[in-house]
Nanobody
Framework: QVQLVESGGGLVQPGGSLRLSCAAS????????MGWYRQAPGNQRELVAA???????NYGDSVKGRFTIFRDNAKNTVYLQMNSLKPEDTAVYYC?????????WGQGAQVTVSS
């Protein structure tokens, strides 16, 4: 079965950096586009970044130039490097894959940006 497990969340000061990891299992990781989404209380879940099977990337407008998504297929892991963090980046961050007609989500990692 598909399993996505996020790690690396926490509290960071504005301007700081954090790296999230998503460990995937239960499917052929290298054959699927992977995504990071986030959701703040009262807000809709929004796309943060996505990376395709050949390494192509897409970013939400609010994080372009600050966040980087990358993957290590040998480790079945996708990462989100977050730099120059702002208070408005505070949210629960979710790892995502669409496979065989279904969306699968990790449990979420809380990221709080505050002084």
């Amino acid at each position: 079965q598909v399993q996505l497990v996020e790690s690396g969340g926490g509290l960071v000061q504005p301007g700081g950096s954090l790296r999230l990891s998503c460990a995937a299992s239960g499917f052929s990781f290298r054959l699927y586009t992977m995504g990071w989404y986030r959701q703040a209380p009262g807000n809709q879940r929004e796309l943060v970044a996505a990376i395709g099977t050949s390494g192509s990337t897409n970013y939400g407008d609010s994080v372009k130039g600050r966040f980087t998504i990358f993957r290590d297929n040998a480790k079945n892991t996708v990462y989100l490097q977050m730099n120059s963090l702002k208070p408005e980046d505070t949210a629960v961050y979710y790892c995502q894959v669409h496979r065989r007609g279904n969306d699968y989500w990790g449990q979420g990692a809380q990221v709080t940006v505050s002084s």
